[in-house]
């Protein structure tokens, strides 16, 4: 399949999905190539009616779901990651066609998404054995069994920056626990979810276990967020929709995880090897041209070697190569679409307003006439006060400051709103730990890239999160717990 083979083959495309019926009419919305700003795919989306089919199906769907051994749900995980392994290059063309991030970023996804479908097929088959533990109890006169329950049916809203990855992170525990799912793509990158889907339901995922709901956040998520025949609502996305989310759950006591924003801090100490820090500043800034919820959007270097990072970071963000997705070498895309292009300029532009100084990038990239390009932009002398500082921007945009002390630098790094990742760079072993032991944020790496396993949890402290994906409290985050006190 060709680049614009893959242009042609879209059209009307069905965003819904009941019953493992896809329904293609309804409302529609169109989706767009943010590489070239063109239209690339008309989809079908539902609204608030069509949430409640979804819910009632995945309600009839749950009772014999729930009553699948772990074992049974297993072997269905993990044909879902064979599907998606065999399926691996039309997944990737699709994430970069529709999210515009380079093939090489797609292909790591795509493998985040089958390496989660196999962790989670792995726990599922271990659920059975833990199913009805007796519980050790200081009375004779009682005894005691614990079981772990799925929650029932549970709403998935996903952003678009990982859009196939955030969806594995949810539905792969959920699927995993027992529990059937209504699950809302972004409006902004549906594709890659439809055609993942397409995949799962070609291993025989029984009718209304997965349910898809594709449109806006207002006719699709708000529904799902307030449905009372919904136990649980787990989003990931902006802080301002995560509360909003936070609030309707409320009315009916709805269990929630949120996956939120962050403003990360990597930490570069005194004796760190600078071409390191300098790899992981890029990586941790321009990955998927910023828009990363865990972007280390926030660099602090040690006053002693400030100078002679900027040197080397300055030179390496300018031979960022920005462009097509899919043209070899490209090591930056697009940003996702219009709305998130000038979101992005604007904050650049209050940037500058606020006193910081622009130390390159700041435009519109020259790499293409078309399409939502950014360049790759450094600021230093950043006001501790301003959004530039202190807000998420989503795009590619690092603020560089000095420090003098570790406790500057860890005082600095914490004073934010948000506690989601850092990353510490340092040759010696001792200062990094102490140093990533003090840092409020649920994920350190020190010395190492962005590495994301599914056995790792994924969450954050203060603003970014409440509960943790991935690992054992990904599949608890869908599961009750019972006990059951018989007197003997
Ligand atoms: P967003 O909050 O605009 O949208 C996220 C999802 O919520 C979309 O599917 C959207 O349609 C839906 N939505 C919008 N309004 C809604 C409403 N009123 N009720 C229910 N659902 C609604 O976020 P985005 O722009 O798609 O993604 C970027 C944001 O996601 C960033 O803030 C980023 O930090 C965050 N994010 C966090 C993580 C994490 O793991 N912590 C991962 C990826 C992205």
Same mark, same amino acid.
């Not at 989003?235 to 269990?255: C, D, E, L, P, Y």
């Not at 603020?399 to 990353?423: H, Q």
């Given at each position: ?10 059209? #009307? ?22 590489? /070239? ?7 079908? /989306? ?65 493998? #985040? ?37 799925? $929650? ?13 990855? /955030? ?11 027992? $529990? ?26 029984? *009718? ?68 390191? *820090?300098?790899?992981? *500043? ?10 990363? $919820?865990?972007?280390?959007? !926030? ?8 100078? *002679? ?6 030179? !390496? ?39 910081? !100084? ?40 690092? $603020?560089?400051?000095?420090?003098? /002390? ?61 509960? !943790? ?20």
């Amino acid at each position: 399949m060709t680049h614009d083979g893959d242009l042609k083959q879209f059209g #009307d495309v069905a965003g819904v999905l009941i019953r493992n019926e896809w329904i293609p009419n309804g409302r529609r919305l169109d989706v767009m190539n943010p590489s /070239t700003g063109e239209v690339l795919a008309s989809v079908s /989306t539902g609204d608030a009616s069509t949430v409640d089919l979804a819910v009632a199906a995945a309600t009839e769907a749950f009772p014999a779901w729930r009553d699948t051994t772990g074992a049974e749900r297993a072997l269905l995980l993990r044909r879902i990651a064979q599907g998606v392994s065999d399926k691996r290059e039309v997944l990737v063309r699709l994430q970069s066609l529709n999210n515009g991030k380079p093939l090489e970023e797609a292909g790591f996804d795509v493998d #985040d998404v089958i390496s989660t479908f196999e962790y989670y097929a792995g726990l599922a088959e271990a659920l059975d054995a833990r199913q009805d533990t007796p519980v050790a109890l200081p009375s004779s006169e009682f005894t005691a069994r614990l079981r772990h329950e799925p $929650c029932g049916v549970v709403g998935l809203i996903v952003p678009w920056n990982f859009p196939m990855v /955030t969806t594995a992170g949810k539905l792969a525990p959920a699927l995993a626990a027992g $529990c059937t799912v209504v699950l809302k793509p972004s409006e902004v990158t549906p594709l890659p979810e439809l055609e993942l889907a397409r995949i799962i339901l070609e291993q025989g995922l029984p *009718a209304g276990v997965l349910n898809i709901v594709s449109g806006t956040g207002i006719e699709v998520g708000e529904p799902i967020a307030l449905h009372p025949g919904i136990a649980k609502v787990s989003f990931t996305g902006s802080n301002a929709v995560g509360i909003q989310v936070m609030q309707r759950a409320a009315s009916t006591v709805k269990n929630v995880s949120l996956e939120l924003g962050g403003k990360s801090p990597l930490v570069v100490l005194e004796d760190a090897d600078l071409e390191l *820090a300098v790899e992981l *500043a890029c990586s941790g800034g321009y990955f998927n041209a910023g828009q990363m $919820c865990s972007a280390t959007s !926030r660099v602090l270097v040690a006053e002693g070697i400030l100078d *002679a990072f900027m040197v080397k970071f300055v030179d !390496r963000v300018r031979a960022i190569q920005v462009g097509d997705p899919f043209a070899p070498g490209t090591e930056m895309g697009p940003l996702v679409s219009k709305a998130q292009y000038e979101r992005v300029l604007a904050h650049i532009d209050r940037g500058v307003t606020s006193g910081a !100084r622009l130390i390159t990038g700041g435009e519109r990239s020259a790499a293409s006439a078309r399409g939502f390009f950014v360049q790759p932009t450094i600021f230093t002398d950043v006001p501790e006060d301003s959004d530039l500082w202190n807000k998420e921007i989503f795009g590619p945009v690092v $603020c560089v400051r000095g420090f003098s /002390t570790e406790e500057e630098a860890i005082s600095a790094a914490n004073k934010t709103e948000f506690g989601l990742v850092a990353t510490v760079v340092s040759a010696n072993a001792e200062a990094a730990s102490r140093v990533a032991n003090a840092i409020q944020a649920g994920m350190v790496w020190i010395n190492a890239p962005q590495v994301v396993f599914p056995q790792t949890a994924w969450g954050g402290y203060k603003q970014s999160s409440i509960g !943790r994906e991935l690992g054992p409290w990904g599949l608890a985050s869908f599961q009750e717990l019972k006990h059951v006190v018989v007197a003997s």
